[in-house]
């Protein structure tokens, strides 16, 4: 006997509603999938985090495949290779990866790669190079965890409390000098 799928994910068989068994698989159904998400699951949650931190930020989506033709219009409109995934704009204070030291930087430009295997490419690094020299801080970051636990731990937004004189985050002391520091 045929089945026909109703909107509700539902078999109409003999005019009697019965759960359908053709069940649609999620995102992560597959067992390697969980393990290794996709760069654009990963993006989602890094989304999903920084859409409720009420942070300025934005997405760069160069990852998808184009035509020629399309990739050519992208192209004279300005869509550069090697962009960052993740550009957060704002002044924020970047503590070092030992935790001791931290400088002032103009914004947060994040490349996302997948877990267990992923590079960074050529043209991902010059643009790594050049937004640092404007006062970019620049990282490659392997999964969103990653990214959350730079966020966390290591990237503060000025006018943040930790910032007017000697603070502890994470136990270390953080001192900066700013102009306009607020009390």
Not at 81 to 99: C, N, Q, S, T
């Amino acid at each position: 006997m045929r089945r026909f799928m109703n909107r509700v994910g539902t078999s109409m068989a003999g005019g009697l509603a019965k759960p359908s068994t053709h069940k649609r698989q999620g995102l992560c159904a597959n067992p390697r999938r969980s393990k290794n998400p996709t760069e654009a699951q990963e993006m989602a949650v890094l989304a999903d985090y920084l859409d409720a931190s009420g942070l300025l930020w934005c997405h760069v989506p160069n990852e998808s495949r184009r035509s020629p033709r399309q990739g050519a219009r992208l192209k004279r409109l300005g869509m550069k290779a090697g962009v960052p995934d993740v550009l957060i704009f704002g002044r924020f204070a970047v503590i070092d990866e030992k935790m001791a030291n931290a400088r002032w930087y103009i914004g947060v430009a994040i490349e996302l790669k997948r877990k267990g295997g992923s590079v960074v490419s050529p043209e991902q690094r010059v643009w790594g190079n050049k937004l640092e020299a404007a006062g970019w801080f620049w990282a490659a970051c392997c999964g969103a965890d990653e990214v959350l636990s730079l966020i966390r731990n290591r990237v503060i937004p000025e006018g943040s409390p930790l910032l007017c004189g000697p603070q502890t985050k994470k136990g270390m002391m953080v001192s900066l000098e700013q102009d306009g520091c607020p009390v």
